[in-house]
């Protein structure tokens, strides 16, 4: 650390992931003890996650899995922390070979973490090893949002998206880069799309691969075409039948954070409650030894550990009452402003709603590439890391 970096609090620190002596006997001891409930009386996931599958979860997890790997995966890459804000924020950050590779960072959201984004950062960084150009190369930063995983938890209320997104913009100043593109998927993007609506110094555009702007008023989307029905369709089924997860952590977060912290099957069941197309993926690796792409059983595990070895349950279900909570800024009817950056937008079949192009046209006037992926849902990165890293190539392509 320099004497400019210790008068300023701008030093970034490298990190590595220590696992406290006990805490994988007490993980145990709290599974094999877990009281589950009796079986559910519906057929499929109406009322919510199924027993079968909760108890081949617990199985795997107090028996089989390796309580190492979330360590082991993460200390394989160069990891860091700095304070911005207020807030230590942990972040990787992997830079390419390739000297003329386009500074990407990339957030995820709610139930991810840093984890659902490992397996593309080999796709992004090395791109000659997987099927593409030395010119598609990305130098990663992949952060993880305040009060998630290893990084600190916000200790004074106001930690919303845009909050959030200059933070992001200082930490790629502090990391040198003047000129960069911004991913997000989920609570990621949208971070991700305030940051192109701030337009902050650097940023030269950005790619998201949720149309968070949809959840907004979804009756002002055009829904002409069979496409277009099908999508409204299926948000109005999401918020009538799929979103108990945000109504709570958006009004109560602290509530159910009770429970997160207490019971490690509690976090599963929680976590993997999210979507339709997502759940059934891992009902498929569990009870079935079946995995959907890259989402096996052991992948889905690590990103619940770092969730339960760090205890942020809690603090990442307030991130949703700050976003979208009663109080929040994308609650009020404020008009937001344009993105001052063209936006990149992929479309994957498996998510909640499939986006039509005509939405992402009139949500984003700057929309500048729309593509879309032949499999991978709602954790895109996660489930297809090929497929999506092959999206972000084509997208951020025009701004090399």
Not at 155 to 169: C, H, K, N, P, Q
Not at 365 to 384: I, K, N
């Amino acid at each position: 650390m320099t004497t400019i970096e210790q008068q300023t609090g701008n030093a970034v620190r490298p990190f590595t992931v220590r696992i406290r002596d006990g805490a994988l006997d007490d993980l145990r001891r709290r599974l094999v003890e877990t009281r589950l409930p009796s079986q559910e009386l519906a057929g499929d996931r109406s009322q919510g996650v199924q027993l079968a599958t909760m108890r081949a979860l617990r199985e795997y997890w107090a028996t089989d899995y390796d309580g190492q790997r979330v360590a082991s995966r993460l200390n394989a890459l160069p990891q860091f922390t700095t304070e911005i804000d207020g807030v230590e924020i942990h972040f990787v950050h992997v830079r390419s070979e390739h000297p003329d590779a386009l500074p990407l960072i990339m957030t995820h959201g709610w139930p991810g973490s840093v984890i659902e984004m490992l397996d593309s950062v080999g796709p992004l960084t090395d791109p000659t090893a997987h099927g593409g150009a030395a010119t598609d190369a990305f130098h990663l930063v992949l952060p993880s949002l305040p009060g998630y995983g290893f990084s600190g938890e916000p200790a004074e209320i106001g930690w919303d998206l845009v909050r959030t997104a200059r933070a992001w913009s200082e930490l790629m100043r502090r990391l040198g880069y003047d000129r960069y593109v911004a991913q997000g998927g989920d609570v990621g993007a949208g971070v991700t799309d305030a940051m192109g609506r701030l337009g902050p110094d650097g940023l030269a555009g950005v790619h998201m691969n949720l149309l968070v702007t949809a959840l907004n008023d979804p009756a002002s989307l055009p829904h002409a075409t069979d496409e277009e029905q099908a999508a409204l369709a299926a948000i109005r089924t999401f918020q009538a039948s799929g979103n108990g997860y945000f109504v709570e952590m958006a009004t109560r977060p602290q509530t159910v954070g009770y429970a997160l912290l207490d019971s490690p099957a509690a976090l599963a069941a929680w976590m993997i409650d999210h979507d339709t197309d997502a759940y059934y993926k891992i009902v498929s690796a569990f009870v079935d030894d079946r995995p959907s792409g890259n989402l096996t059983r052991d992948h889905i595990l690590d990103n619940i550990m770092a969730y339960w070895l760090t205890g942020t349950g809690a603090s990442a279900a307030r991130s949703y009452w700050e976003a979208y909570g009663p109080d929040a800024p994308a609650a009020g009817s404020a008009p937001q402003p344009d993105p001052r950056v063209p936006v990149a937008f992929s479309s994957f079949p498996g998510e909640i709603w499939r986006t039509p192009r005509s939405w992402a046209e009139q949500s984003y006037p700057t929309l500048s590439y729309f593509g879309e992926a032949v499999r991978g849902g709602h954790f895109a990165a996660w489930e297809e890391p090929e497929l999506f890293a092959a999206e972000l190539r084509a997208a951020f392509r025009p701004l090399r």
